[in-house]
């Protein structure tokens, strides 16, 4: 006689996957929000810190040029100085870019004089009787840039009659 | 269920786990790139509009003129106003305070502060003058270029 055998139970070990994709998906978008996007046209350098450093509220950029004074890094380029974090004062080893574009000290001063047409004060200066320019030029210089790269960008600007200048600088991080 | 894997239970239930895939590759691909923006600012500068390139003039007498020699030697900066020479940043700020003060008593109104470097400086070293005088009160400050710094 046959004994009566129960029905074999299936047990259902697949995990619940919803969990998970909840938590992938806030992590998807805290990394696509928080993901430096937007300043492309920044070159990487790292600014000196300041404390008075005021925040940048230039929030549109029609009137600004920045000006990025960095370390060449193209094709793997290598500088014995300025990858053991001394002061590089090979002044062919530094680059002079706007938006991406990499300037000489020549074709700085002429790139320079176009943008300064581009905005212009209404009424002359009453002093010289010259035409000043309005634009703004943000010089985001790298903090083991030597001096005189700076001083090249500042003669540039007066040359250009561009008076409006401003420096880069990073907030120190809080202790 | 709507996540539930059995199709006897909802037979239109999809198939997650490419999904899963999907982001986990974008995950890590967010993750490796991600990198946290700095807190950038800006401090400001001003060109003297009625003048081009070229030297200073001789210092005035109630000129702040602050100097930042290089020494070779030691392969360091050397800052000084005037003939004294500061070799901390509070010197630095005691010194600007001063002159600050000195300043406000005689009712002047050009708060201007000069920084004078050698073009072998350090970028930063000259920053870290311009935040000590922004901290003092000197709103309008100045570079010099075109020329080395008197000693």
Same mark, same amino acid.
């Given at each position: 006689?046959?004994k ?36 492309r ?10 404390? =008075?450093?005021? %925040? &940048?509220? $230039?929030?549109?950029? /029609?009137?600004?040029?920045? #000006?990025?004074?960095?370390h ?12 053991g ?18 300037y ?12 300064a ?17 309005a634009?703004?030029? =943000?010089?985001? %210089? &790298?903090? $083991?840039?030597?001096? /005189?790269?700076?001083?090249? #960008?500042?003669?540039?600007?007066s ?11 990073a ?5 | ?34 990198r ?5 600012g ?26 930042l020699l ?10 000084r ?12 700020a005691?010194?600007l ?55």
């Amino acid at each position: 006689m046959a004994k009566f055998q129960p029905p074999p139970v299936e047990e259902s070990v697949s995990p619940n996957l919803i969990p998970m994709i909840d938590i992938m998906f806030l992590l998807l978008l805290f990394f696509m929000l928080g993901a430096d996007m937007s300043q492309r046209e920044l070159e990487e350098v790292t600014l000196p810190q300041a404390d =008075m450093v005021q %925040a &940048d509220s $230039n929030t549109q950029t /029609g009137d600004l040029t920045t #000006v990025n004074v960095h370390h060449r890094t193209d094709h793997g380029f290598k500088c014995a100085v300025a990858d053991g974090g001394g002061v590089c004062r090979d002044e062919s080893h530094w680059l002079m870019a706007i938006r991406g574009k990499d300037y000489t000290r020549d074709t700085l001063n002429m790139q320079l004089q176009v943008e300064a047409t581009l905005s212009v004060e209404p009424v002359a200066d009453p002093k010289t009787g010259k035409q000043l320019s309005a634009r703004m030029v =943000m010089i985001r %210089a &790298d903090q $083991n840039a030597p001096y /005189g790269l700076v001083q090249k #960008v500042i003669e540039a600007c007066s040359f250009a009659n561009i008076y409006k200048i401003q420096v880069g600088a990073a907030k120190p991080p809080k202790a | 269920m709507a996540g539930s894997q059995d199709l006897n239970e909802n037979p239109v239930a999809i198939n997650v786990v490419p999904m899963v895939d999907v982001i986990f590759c974008l995950c890590v691909f967010f993750m490796c790139s991600f990198r946290f923006k700095q807190i950038e600012g800006k401090l400001d500068l001003w060109l003297p509009k009625s003048t081009g390139a070229g030297s200073l003039g001789p210092a005035l007498l109630d000129d702040v003129r602050v100097a930042l020699l290089w020494d070779e030697a030691h392969q360091r900066p050397i800052r000084r106003i005037g003939q004294r020479r500061i070799e901390s940043d509070d010197e630095l700020a005691t010194m600007l305070r001063e002159a600050h003060r000195d300043r406000v008593h005689l009712a002047q109104v050009d708060e201007s502060v000069t920084i004078d470097a050698d073009a072998r400086i350090r970028w930063s070293d000259v920053v870290n003058v311009m935040d000590v005088c922004k901290r003092e009160q000197f709103d309008q400050i100045e570079l010099t270029y075109g020329g080395t710094p008197a000693r």
